[in-house]
T-cell receptor
Framework: RKEVEQDPGPFNVPEGATVAFNCTYS??????FFWYRQDCRKEPKLLMS???SGNEDGRFTAQLNRASQYISLLIRDSKLSDSATYLC???????????????FGRGTQLTVWP | NAGVTQTPKFRVLKTGQSMTLLCAQD?????MYWYRQDPGMGLRLIHY???????AKGEVPDGYNVSRLKKQNFLLGLESAAPSQTSVYFC????????????FGPGTRLTVT
């Protein structure tokens, strides 16, 4: 089983729609959680951290369910500029090492159309 | 504040040639990383460093070497390039503990023919 799993999509939604992405992770002792955004042919960029109580940044809301080992990202009022691939990222202890490292999901592709 | 920069942006190599990719960061981050990204595979960690003079293997280290002689620089070397190393290479850096995530460079597109 892969450490971080995401539905690859693609999700195609009209402007103004609400869309949700889900992610599951394998290690219950995972320490930190993030959502990254990657535009076509560009580098991944941190979108937001995910906190246990859930957190919001403008139109974006992230939720964490530790019991189910599940993370979600909700985008409200979608814009054309939200079209990108969204990567779920989890910090877990590395095998054979005490150093936690980030594990990246393969990403969920979103296209917002006018 | 340039963040994370990578040199070169593009490169074409013939099988068996060698090259070095340079990554530099000006955020005084302790940790640095090299990833490769291939279609359908996501990001895979090649090597990483938790401080000047230290390096460690990641998920896919074979065929690559790294060095971190200065805190701000992390070099990735390909001694004898193979077509399987055709990929996009990203460098990243972070504070120790990675609690604020990682910051990525713009990437190097490498083609090995």
């Amino acid at each position: 089983r892969k450490e971080v799993e995401q539905d690859p999509g693609p999700f195609n939604v009209p402007e103004g729609a609400t869309v949700a992405f889900n992610c599951t992770y394998s290690n219950s002792a995972s320490q930190s959680f993030f959502w990254y955004r990657q535009d076509c042919r560009k580098e991944p960029k941190l979108l937001m951290s995910v906190y246990s109580s859930g957190n919001e940044d403008g139109r974006f809301t992230a939720q964490l369910n530790r019991a189910s080992q599940y993370i979600s990202l909700l985008i409200r009022d979608s814009k054309l500029s939200d079209s990108a691939t969204y990567l779920c990222v989890v910090k877990m202890a590395d095998r054979g090492s005490t150093l936690g490292r980030l594990y990246f999901g393969r990403g969920t592709q979103l296209t917002v159309w006018p | 504040n340039a963040g994370v920069t990578q040199t070169p942006k593009f490169r074409v190599l013939k099988t068996g040639q060698s090259m070095t990719l340079l990554c530099a960061q000006d955020m005084n981050h302790e940790y640095m990383y090299w990833y490769r990204q291939d279609p359908g595979m996501g990001l895979r960690l090649i090597h990483y460093s938790v401080g000047e003079g230290t390096t460690a293997k990641g998920e896919v280290p074979d065929g690559y070497n790294v060095s971190r002689l200065k805190k701000q620089n992390f070099l990735l070397g390909l001694e004898s390039a193979a077509p399987s190393q055709t990929s996009v290479y990203f460098c990243a850096s972070s504070y120790a503990g990675q609690l604020r995530g990682q910051y990525f460079g713009p990437g190097t597109r490498l083609t090995v023919t």
